[in-house]
């Protein structure tokens, strides 16, 4: 998932749940990274409800004046990448194209500085504590922005993975989630993309241009071999990928604008393998303050060793719950051995058939559903969760499994898809890698509690149907906020499915604290990549591709961010126990979990600000609390 804080020009990879990036910030999906015009509907929340016979709820006065404010700095982040905008249902820019122009980083700044000023001003004067609150919010989204900008242009050479960036743009709005009048105008954007509006100038020139006037500094890192052959390998499929988008939607007159595209995007390959893959450097640490900038803008703001003993503690408590579940599970489900990884390799040779994968996942989240309402989790809308199998393209652009979110502006009663990729196309020498850690049985039940319900679908349905300002849904996204609650999502299912489910929700948990301790271990120089790779192949039990597509993650497509989960995982839990020993017996789940949801995408300590401020003393009001903290 970039973040809400729509990145920089020239910004470090870092993930974001989504699918773009201005300067290398590679789509991991649901990246929530901006939405919004000047004159536009402020929120989505005006549009009809979709959850059955329920109504979307009218905009508290608050929400509306802090959207308001929020055009001062959507207004100026929009343009530097219209593709964002876009995607989140922002009118105006379907047709506009990223910002590669001269200059753009500083006019990035300007525009930044510019509008932080204007929020500034509006703070001075603004009396409601939500709206003051939110105001808060959106001014440090544009300094941590102008910081990003900085470090990067004073570290890194900007080259720009120019072909994935196309395609990520066409794909955005060449979408079941697109209304056909939206779609139309991916041709207009295909011909900016090429230089073929007058006035414009081809996307793969600019991005050339950029990284050739800044080559004859030597103080600036190239980009890494690594991403560099990933990208020279996965052209043809992006080129082939955007033909077929053209194709699906019969968007009609392309044949000029498409053979352009195919044509610039092979001759930036060829000079990308001549002239850029030769200088690219082998080592894919960071710099150390781009790393900490990397870990701050996710939300992780402990010191990546704290960060590193936490996860080593959490790993060996769960690989021991799992040594405790394996041997249940193989007498369960008929299987040899009794060790967890030979448990989970041995359900894994029951392999679902591609063509089958998504009945049978559709299968398991149409038995999720009752339980949530059963067992009073949190509410969840009336209406069916989307999912589909992601395209070769999708897969190369994001190989994991992820959740799109639908247009949070203006959003007429289009819903997020869950997306399953089949492969992993950045393989060695690339050749596609296929994934056994999703197509089985058991991989399905935590799964689908983790990008649908009561995971990501459920959060991001929350933000359109709940009234969520702008600045909660947009600039306060980091990844710790979002994965930890569908991190926190999984716990809360594990108890509710059978017992081969289990033992993979504790494996993909065993797998957010090797996140948590590879990626800053791996970018502090603490252990090497085969040692990691030992670990999550061996340890953890995960597919050579899958292991694959971790390793680069940690190193290429986002470093940083893969310890987000783990400790927004954490921070949730802590904040649920200090909750459950304030009301004692008079705490509710199902309202707690609902209240999290109604908070938007707050930061963790904003978030227990707002519960300790707001919710404990709501539910100790309905009686005398069973335990009080002012008591020795």
Do not use: C
């Not at 020139?205 to 560099?228: H, I, M, S």
């Not at 052959?229 to 052209?235: D, I, P, R, S, Y």
């Not at 983790?450 to 306060?476: D, I, K």
């Not at 609902?594 to 904003?606: A, C, E, T, Y």
């Amino acid at each position: 998932m970039t973040s809400g804080r729509l990145p920089a020009p020239r910004v470090p990879r870092t993930v974001a749940h989504l699918l773009l990036e201005i300067r290398p910030m590679k789509p991991l999906v649901i990246a929530v990274a901006l939405a919004l015009g000047a004159s536009l509907p402020l929120h989505a929340q005006n549009s009809p409800a979709t959850t059955g016979t329920t109504s979307a709820p009218a905009t508290p006065a608050w929400v509306k004046t802090s959207n308001g404010y929020a055009q001062l700095l959507l207004s100026a982040q929009a343009p530097f990448q219209p593709e964002y905008a876009s995607f989140f249902g922002v009118p105006g820019y379907d047709d506009q194209v990223v910002d590669l122009g001269p200059n753009n980083a500083k006019r990035y700044r300007e525009a930044m500085a510019t509008a932080r000023t204007a929020l500034q001003a509006k703070l001075a004067s603004e009396r409601d504590p939500n709206v003051r609150q939110d105001l808060q919010i959106m001014i440090g989204a544009a300094t941590d922005n102008i910081e990003g900008s900085e470090l990067n242009e004073r570290y890194l050479l900007p080259w720009n993975d120019a072909p994935q960036l196309v395609f990520s743009g066409l794909n955005g709005l060449l979408s079941d989630q697109t209304a056909p009048d939206r779609r139309a105008k991916a041709l207009d954007r295909l011909k900016r993309y090429v230089g073929l509006v007058p006035g414009t100038t081809p996307t793969t020139t600019l991005a050339r241009q950029r990284y050739e006037e800044q080559l004859g500094n030597k103080t600036l890192l190239q980009p890494t071999e690594r991403e560099v052959e990933q990208a020279l390998a996965n052209v043809d499929t992006y080129v082939a990928g955007i033909g077929e988008l053209f194709a699906k939607y019969k968007i009609a007159g392309a044949d000029e604008a498409l053979k352009a595209m195919s044509t610039q995007l092979k001759d930036y390959a060829s000079w990308t393998r001549s002239t850029v893959l030769p200088k690219a450097r082998k080592d894919t640490r960071l710099p150390e303050p781009l790393y900490a900038y990397q870990l701050k803008q996710v939300g992780i703001d402990i010191a990546p060793q704290q960060l590193i003993q936490r996860a080593q503690l959490e790993f060996m408590e769960t690989r021991s719950a799992m040594r405790q579940l394996a041997p249940l599970v193989a007498k369960a489900k008929g299987v040899q051995g009794e060790d967890y990884v030979q448990v989970i390799r041995a359900l894994k040779r029951n392999t679902i058939a591609d063509d089958q994968l998504e009945t049978h996942y559709r299968g398991v989240i149409d038995q999720i559903d009752p339980i949530i309402r059963q067992q009073r989790i949190v509410d969840v809308p009336k209406r069916p969760m989307q999912m589909r199998l992601g395209s070769a393209a999708e897969s190369a652009a994001q190989p994991a499994p992820h959740f799109l979110p639908a247009p949070l502006i203006g959003n007429t009663g289009q819903q997020g898809q869950f997306v399953l990729p089949l492969g992993n196309p950045s393989a060695e020498g690339g050749k596609k890698e296929q994934y056994d850690d999703f197509n089985f049985g058991s991989a399905a039940w935590t799964l689908s509690a983790h990008e649908g319900r009561p995971g990501h679908e459920l959060q991001f349905t929350a933000m359109v149907e709940r009234g969520v300002s702008l600045a909660r849904s947009m600039f306060a996204f980091n990844s710790v906020n979002v994965e930890g609650w569908a991190l926190y999502a999984e716990a809360e299912m594990v108890p509710y499915e059978p017992l081969d489910g289990q033992l993979i929700a504790l494996q993909f948990r065993l797998l957010r604290a090797a996140r948590a301790m590879l990626d800053p271990m791996l970018n502090l120089g603490l252990i090497d990549r085969e040692r990691a790779r030992q670990v999550l192949e061996d340890d953890v039990g995960l597919s050579t591709a899958m292991t694959r597509q971790e390793l680069d993650r940690y190193t290429v497509r986002a470093p940083g961010q893969a310890g987000s989960y783990f400790y927004g995982y954490t921070r949730i839990l802590e904040l649920r126990m200090r909750t459950e020993l304030a009301l004692g017996k008079k705490f509710d789940r199902l309202a707690f979990n609902n209240f999290l949801l109604d908070q938007g995408l707050l930061p963790p300590d904003q978030l227990a600000q707002a519960v300790e401020k707001q919710f404990i003393p709501a539910h100790a009001n309905r009686g005398r609390a069973a335990t009080e903290f002012s008591k020795p």
